[in-house]
């Protein structure tokens, strides 16, 4: 009981670039967005929340990515 063994080429998987490219450039914006919003003290994002919700939702956040916040 011999089997043939059939050598076989891998085949390279293609990336659609131009598929990908109008996303990454969305979630790039999106997260230069979020990093803005949490890097503010305060500004237009104080506008939403007069009693400093944004600030304390947002505290951690600066803390975590060394923002000086007091």
């Not at 990454?24 to 914006?29: E, H, K, T």
């Not at 951690?60 to 923002?67: I, M, N, Q, S, T």
Request: with cysteine; net charge negative; glycine share 6%.
């Amino acid at each position: 009981m011999s089997q043939a063994h059939v050598a076989t080429t891998p085949t390279p998987i293609r990336v659609p670039v131009r598929e990908i490219v109008p996303w990454a450039v969305f979630v790039g914006l999106l997260a230069l967005a979020v990093l803005y919003f949490v890097s503010t003290e305060a500004g237009a994002v104080e506008l939403l929340a007069t009693d400093g919700l944004v600030h304390e939702f947002l505290h951690d956040g600066r803390h975590l990515l060394a923002f000086p916040c007091h």
